[in-house]
């Protein structure tokens, strides 16, 4: 563990306010809310106006666009300050009144512009077809598809307000009970009280011992709280039961299918791919591991441990920093230019606090701002690999900012390919440094091991997600029918090399993704085996590839992902291209073979 950890960076948040009690916050507010009382009064029950000419139309509509954009943002900059204000100190309990009374607000003054969608998508196809061949209107086609997908799936106006407002009493209230439960949690280590972030961070040790005593503090700390955990998972799942029933979803996972843009059988071929392949990777991998361990099997807490001899002194701040923007710059100067950014302006908290979230993430903010990255760095190479990862989300969202707030935002699929992509930079520098044979078996293990997280790890997940969410349809769910799902499919995407501990059932209660975002996981698994084959092609020709992959990533969610990835020649309906993906984690597991 790093010593000094005062060196990591804190965000610094003064480019979208100096303070929660800012007069400038206090001013926005109130300009959102006439600016949200205009627009309504201006366009509801009135999108394309009473003149019939075409011309006139289209300019309203292109208006109105306009002006629900500039909405969108001035919601997202409030909104994300009062979140980033929150999560690193969610103790704090000014400040969880705050992010509470903040978050109220604007679901309130929200609901008055829900109309405009649900307007939008009762516009005869042959009008709509007709103004966006409109020289100011072509661009939000894709725009315009991505709504109307949804109409099979929308409500009435009324509703769709009660089903808004309700969310803050709902969803985002178990939300944000757990987050405050996970981030407030102490374990007891050794008679020291620790975050549950710093314990889980001791299961990477090169100490048996101490690995064992981190793994059976975390998951004793669980099982303690397993009660309220059940509770919300059984609550969130139900909750997206109501909606998607009202919905008319035929089942769990098509909302998220639908957001990401992408067809159920891409993610069916996608699955069942990694699925039949358990046996040649992780399974293998994980045999392979506990001969290197020279043990048996793999109990629970060596899963992730180094392997012997391992370099386990940590990576200072600085060096991290150096590595990664050299990885970048490598690559690209333009990209490592965007990423200097984020280091130059302090728009990266990564210092470990009591009371902040676990995790990381970059936080998108608004179009018109910029990103924010939270990780929680503690000198470990995962660490420096989740740091590349980040500067990747950030790097892309910098890049599709100047679509604006409406094309911008890339489906989870695309989202996560610049994350991984930066990962996979990152891990070749560090091979590239390296000066033994040694180094660089241990840097292989642990991208294979960062693979398998990746890929098998979140497909299992997903199959976890999905078992419970069909489950909870038929009744409620005790914590031990939870925990069975939960062994099933980690045993199945783990192998018989790991033996697995009694406490490792309790191990789904702190995964963020199943209460944030159900279903989501799937999305890394995508982006690596997607970023497996964009990076042999630039392997194999790195001609005019920096170019593509710019573009790729400026493009946001203004094309469909099958429009993007054909200039590369790579097409995800094809099931050889998950094959493709997963046989780099092969090779590689031939390789550490070879040299172990």
């Known amino acids: 563990m790093l010593d000094n950890t005062n060196a990591c960076p804190q965000w610094n948040l003064r480019d979208l306010y100096i303070s929660p009690t800012s007069e400038q916050f206090s001013k926005d507010f109130k300009t959102l809310e006439s600016d949200v009382d205009d627009f309504a009064d201006t366009y509801k029950g009135n999108i394309l106006g009473h003149d019939s000419n075409y011309d006139k139309q289209a300019k309203r509509l292109k208006n109105s666009i306009n002006k629900y954009e500039e909405l969108i943002n001035l919601i997202g900059k409030l909104s994300a300050y009062s979140t980033l204000y929150h999560v690193t100190n969610t103790s704090d309990p000014v400040r969880t009144k705050f992010y509470g009374d903040t978050h109220t607000k604007i679901t309130d003054i929200s609901n008055k512009v829900i109309f405009y969608e649900l307007e939008l998508n009762k516009l005869e196809d042959n009008v709509l077809d007709e103004l966006l061949t409109h020289a100011d209107l072509s661009k939000y086609k894709s725009w315009f598809k991505n709504i109307r997908k949804y109409k099979p799936h929308q409500l009435t106006d009324e509703i769709e307000k009660i089903f808004q407002e309700k969310s803050m009493t709902s969803f985002s209230a178990w939300n944000r009970l757990f987050d405050q439960t996970i981030s407030n949690m102490k ?86 791919t990694v699925e039949s392949n358990y046996e040649i990777t992780s399974h293998r991998y994980y045999a392979l591991k506990a001969k290197l361990l020279n043990k048996t099997y793999l109990e629970s807490w060596d899963r992730n441990a180094p392997l012997p001899d391992a370099n386990t002194k940590p990576i200072e701040w600085s060096e991290a920093k150096e590595i990664v923007i050299e990885a970048y710059e490598e690559f690209s100067k333009d990209i490592a230019d965007i990423v200097r950014l984020f280091f130059d302006n302090n728009w990266i908290d990564a210092r470990v606090n009591e009371g902040k979230v676990n995790g990381a993430f970059a936080h998108p903010v608004t179009t018109d701002t910029h990103p924010y990255i939270l990780l929680n760095y503690q000198g470990k190479p995962r660490d420096v690999m989740t740091l590349a990862h980040e500067l990747g989300h950030g790097v892309h969202q910098v890049l599709a900012s100047d679509l604006g707030p409406l094309l911008s935002d890339t489906p989870l699929t695309l989202a996560e390919t610049a994350s991984v992509f930066g990962e996979m930079l990152t891990y070749k520098k560090l091979v590239r440094k390296t000066s033994n044979d040694l180094e660089k078996k241990v840097l292989l293990a642990s991208k294979i091991e960062d693979m398998i997280n990746t890929v098998v790890r979140q497909i299992s997940f997903f199959k976890f997600e999905q078992y419970v969410h069909q489950k909870r349809k038929m009744g409620e769910l005790t914590a031990e029918d939870i925990s069975n799902i939960w062994i099933d499919t980690q045993s199945a995407s783990l192998g018989p090399a790991i033996k697995m501990h009694e406490q490792h059932k309790y191990l789904w209660a702190y995964i963020p993704h199943f209460i944030h975002s159900p279903f989501y996981v799937y999305a890394y698994a995508f982006g690596d085996c997607l970023v497996n084959s964009l990076y042999a092609i630039y392997e194999d020709n790195p001609t005019n590839f920096v170019d593509k992959y710019i573009s790729l990533l400026s493009s946001g969610g203004a094309k469909h992902h099958k429009d993007l990835l054909t200039p590369f020649g790579l097409d995800t309906s094809n099931p050889d291209f998950w094959d493709s993906g997963l046989s780099l984690i092969s090779s590689m597991i031939d390789e550490l073979e070879k040299i172990s």
């Open 187 to 272: 374990v007891s280590l050794d008679g020291r009280s620790v975050s549950l972030e710093e314990a889980l961070n001791l299961l990477l040790s090169d100490k048996e011992e101490e690995r064992k005593i981190a793994f059976l503090a975390v998951s004793s700390k669980l099982e303690e709280n397993i009660p309220l955990f059940t509770h919300i998972m059984n609550t969130i799942c139900q909750d997206k039961a109501i909606s998607d029933k009202w919905r008319n979803y035929s089942n769990s996972e098509e909302s998220r299918h639908l957001a990401n843009n992408i067809e159920p059988e891409v993610i069916s071929a996608l699955v069942n």
